[in-house]
């Protein structure tokens, strides 16, 4: 099915954040998603960062800097994203497995250049709180915060945009091979 | 221009190509363990789907947290076994015949020159070592390989790296490859194959160029790929004996997916390591790497030797190498877990293990275990491990502990003195 995106949106200021510090592999014994829940970015330790806090709880897309999802292949981390209704990550860059992840689960990892990041944690800076609306179909994102907005485009591969709108890999792929 | 193997194989094994730069794959191997599998499983049970593309090609191993540690671990056990059983997937390695995924599927011979293969592991780049073109996933990739038999990519591009020189006495596969990854950076190869060349990876065993390829997905590459040579021939020998009717054949056959001369290359990164010393990380990121020798000193409550990078034969030969005749610090708590039961039986075969136990190493059976702190040698909050594995993380070994990277050598020479060692020291 396909999935919604945008809403309000939590920073994450730092590169090469792994995917160890999204979900730690305690956690991995699980055979649910739903049963990660409580665990999104447990382990994460970075200033002014509460994995307890409302900012998290109420976000619906995270903003970060390069690399992010690095490390293990553990899909445990884009599905504790989802059970948390964070259907979106927009960074300077993902690894590899965690960005396939996102897409083949039909949610979203957009790439953005760092002049576009660096906009959008400016703005963060001044407005504490963000909200980005996301057009698909257009290929735009809005992120609005008190008094200001940052507009902007975004690319995304043919496939998967398709796969986002299929609602993800096993649909797309069963229907197909 | 002609091709780089990562090229070959995705020529010869292309099923479609939906939109331009995605090549959806058939994959001659989808590889399965306990912790990202059964929620595949689950899933194409809740979609009516609980099939397999084919029963041969699917090899599955119980190794993560193995015996099962608690409930919930014997739950995905279970969900792994009852699904292999209904399947009759007959390459399912349970309690007793299990070993570390990345070192007992090669050692079974199922990985050749050319093949594809995935698993929901990240280190799944070992298989590279073999002229292979091997990736990580994710569970969904992993569940879409075991039903239809096919896994979409971005075409990789390929860094070629010449390894050349001779290493010094001392200084092994683990060093080379924390050293390229110092040079590379953690996302330096993302969305890369890393193609390894040179004399010095000619003269590497295929147990270290597992080591080699194993941490090319830290420096963030899809594979780590080394050229199939006589070296391949003679250790996949015993499984294609009838398929082949001489080596000579057999190297002739491999060599197709070698790289050719005028193949075209992202980046060609040519490193002398003659003058390599032993490395070692520091803080959380595995492209921190100084000399065994700028971290001497640096006190370790822990030394832990296996792993998919560093839990085979060779490596415990080294780790034994140094330890014969001397043993562990008080301070520390040494851990060795040899990769496969064939390595196990090896090493006692060969008295390395009576070394590992006459120095006060603890044995443990072949599982993942304290890699990334599940079980086995979880490190308690400020607790430091001079280990042999791949991802010194923040945590990663357990909430708060830190880990430093290193040869088996290095570790065994670290667990005498109970602080970080160049072992060419002794």
Redesign the interface.
Same mark, same amino acid.
């Given at each position: 099915m396909k999935k919604t995106f945008g809403g309000p949106s939590i920073f994450l200021d730092r590169g090469d954040i792994n995917t160890d510090e999204i979900i730690p592999a305690k956690y991995l014994t699980e055979v649910t998603k739903e049963a990660l829940k409580p665990f999104c970015l447990v382990d994460l330790s970075l200033d002014g960062f509460d994995p307890k806090g409302e900012k998290l709880a109420n976000a619906r897309v995270i903003v970060t800097r390069e690399n992010f999802g690095c490390g293990s292949s553990r899909e445990h981390a884009p599905w504790v994203f989802e059970v948390n209704e964070i259907h979106t990550v927009i960074a300077e860059s993902y690894a590899r497995i965690f960005r396939q992840n996102m897409f083949n689960c039909g949610m979203l990892a957009i790439e953005l250049p760092k002049e576009q990041i660096d906009k959008l944690f400016a703005l963060e800076q001044g407005s504490g709180d963000v909200d980005i609306a996301i057009n698909l179909a257009e290929q735009k994102i809005v992120a609005r915060g008190n008094s200001s907005e940052v507009c902007c485009s975004f690319e995304i591969s043919q496939f998967d945009k398709a796969l986002v709108e299929a609602g993800g890999w096993v649909e797309y792929a069963d229907a197909r091979y | 221009m002609g091709q780089t193997t990562a090229e070959k194989i995705f020529a010869a094994h292309l099923?479609?190509e *939906?939109?331009?730069? $995605?090549k959806?794959l058939d994959i001659d191997r989808v590889l399965c363990h306990e &912790? %990202?599998t *059964?929620?595949a499983i689950?899933?194409l049970e809740w979609?009516g !789907?609980d099939r397999v593309f084919d029963a041969v090609k699917i090899k599955a191993v119980i190794d993560?947290?193995t015996p099962a540690k =608690?409930s !919930? $671990?014997a /739950?995905?056990a279970k &969900?792994l076994r009852d699904w292999a059983r209904r399947h009759e997937i007959k390459d399912f390695f349970d309690v007793g015949r299990n070993g570390v995924c990345h070192a007992i599927f090669p050692e079974k011979g199922y990985i050749r020159p050319g093949f594809t293969a995935i698993m929901? =592991?990240?280190h %799944?780049c070992t298989h590279g070592a073999f002229g292979a073109f091997a990736a990580?996933?994710?569970?969904?990739?992993l569940?879409?390989g075991i /039903? !239809?038999g096919?896994c979409?990519f971005?075409e990789p591009k390929t860094i070629r790296v010449n390894l050349n020189g001779k290493l010094a006495g001392g200084v092994y596969a683990k060093d080379v490859i924390l050293f390229v990854i110092g040079q590379l950076g953690?996302?330096g190869a993302? =969305?890369r194959v890393i193609e390894f060349h040179g004399p010095v990876v000619e003269t590497m065993s295929m147990d270290a160029r597992m080591t080699l390829c194993n941490m090319a997905i830290e420096a #963030?590459g $899809?594979c780590g790929i080394c050229q199939p040579d006589m070296v391949t021939v003679e250790y996949l020998w015993p499984f294609i004996e009838e398929e082949y009717a001489s080596k000579a054949e057999a190297l002739a056959d491999f060599q197709n997916w070698v790289a050719d001369t005028d193949a075209g290359y992202d980046k060609v990164l040519d490193f002398d390591v003659s003058a390599l010393e032993p490395q070692v990380t520091y803080g959380f990121?595995p492209d921190c790497v100084k000399s065994a020798k700028e971290m001497a000193g640096t006190k370790v409550d822990q030394v832990y030797i296996g792993t998919c990078t560093n839990g085979r034969i060779e490596d415990l030969r080294q780790a034994a190498a140094v330890l014969k005749g001397r043993t562990v610090a008080d301070s520390v708590r040494g851990i060795v877990s040899p990769a496969t039961p064939k390595i196990f039986q090896e090493a006692l075969a060969e008295g390395l293990i009576q070394i590992f136990m006459d120095a006060g190493f603890c044995v443990t059976n072949p599982t993942c275990g304290a890699c /990334?702190?599940?079980s086995n040698g979880v490190l308690a909050e400020g607790e430091v491990c001079a280990a042999t594995s791949n991802?010194n993380?923040? #945590?990663?070994m357990g !909430?708060g502990g830190m880990v430093h990277l290193m040869s088996p050598s290095t570790a065994a020479a670290t667990a005498i003195t109970g602080v970080i060692t160049d072992a060419r020291s002794f």
């Open positions: - | 099923r479609d *939906p939109f331009q730069g $995605t959806v &912790i %990202t *059964p929620v689950a899933d979609r !789907k993560h947290v =608690d !919930k $671990t /739950l995905q &969900i929901g =592991d990240s %799944t990580g996933v994710g569970t969904t990739d569940e879409v /039903l !239809k096919v979409a971005r953690v996302n993302t =969305d #963030g $899809t990121k /990334l702190g599940m991802r993380f923040s #945590g990663r !909430k």
